[in-house]
């Protein structure tokens, strides 16, 4: 994560280096309604790096934000990833030869994958530090909503045993409320051409296990859990200005 953390450090600065013209265009401050499509790699700690490893999200945010540079924000993400750690939960199911069996005697093969969604909202603040441009700058902001994960499990045959009502005692469910904070750059064009942000953004998760019952162990999972997201976020934004009646824009 400290790789990124100096490379966020360097492209801004670089940025700031080459932030005169377009990018220092005088812009007064607006009301936006913002589309993000975005992007996030993300690295798991606490509780949750004992289940999978780094993973990947996408998902939509839409915001306003006010012509005090205050952002409002709710946003939903799909988590997907390849790396499970938690792979012995089929354990109780497998025979002598350490295979499980399908429905035509034959050895399965079975897969493991990570899916998961965050939804919430947020408030943010951005701080500019001179310069004409008065929409972009620094970007902070907190927030709170639902965090969920599970196993996908799969099979390259049909498997008896992992039937979809099956799956649901073994895939290890997980959900509960969830905190963000999120610090980087948003730069809102002038000319409406280019606007994007770039920052980290850390989640707490307080979780636990949705089943009521898990197969493998013949018990419910009530542990509470802490399944922490460390985040590189990056979104592509469509801005909608809403202007008022009476007001003109000029651009160089």
């Known amino acids: 994560m400290y790789r990124y953390f100096y490379l966020l450090i360097l492209s ?16 007064e401050p607006k009301q936006i309604l913002l589309f993000d499509i975005t992007l996030k790699q993300q690295y798991p700690g606490s509780d949750l790096v004992k289940r999978f490893g780094k993973d ?16 409002f924000g709710v946003g939903g993400h799909f988590m997907f990833g390849n790396t499970v750690h938690e792979l012995g939960v089929l354990d109780s199911i497998k025979g002598t030869s350490g295979e499980i069996i399908d429905e035509n005697g034959q050895f399965a093969v079975i897969g493991y ?4 969604m965050y939804f919430g909202g947020t408030v ?15 970007f902070v902001s907190v927030g709170g909503g639902y965090l969920q994960h599970k196993i996908r499990i799969y099979s390259t045959k049909t498997v008896p045993q992992l039937t979809d009502t099956y799956k649901k005692g073994y895939d290890r469910q997980t959900g ?8 980087g750059y948003r730069f809102l064009d002038p ?25 493998d162990t013949r018990m419910q999972d009530t542990q509470k859990r802490l399944d ?21 824009e000029f651009f160089e």
């Not at 943010?124 to 620094?138: A, D, E, P, Q, R």
Request: proline content about 2%.
């Open 12 to 27: 801004a600065f670089a940025f700031n280096i080459n932030a005169q013209g377009v990018f220092q265009r005088k812009f």
């Open 56 to 71: 990947a999200s996408i998902g939509l945010d839409i915001s306003y934000k006010s012509q005090g540079n205050w952002v």
């Open 113 to 116: 994958d990570e899916r998961g």
């Open 124 to 138: 943010g603040k951005i701080i500019t530090f001179g310069g004409g441009n008065k929409n972009s700058g620094l």
């Open 176 to 183: 509960g409320p969830a905190a963000t904070q999120y610090i």
């Open 191 to 215: 000319k409406k051409r280019l606007n994007f942000s770039l920052g980290f953004e850390f989640t707490e998760g307080f979780t636990q296990n949705l089943r009521s019952y898990n197969f």
């Open 228 to 248: 922490l997201l460390y985040s590189l976020k990056f979104s592509l934004t469509v801005p909608i200005f809403l202007k008022k009646v009476n007001e003109e």
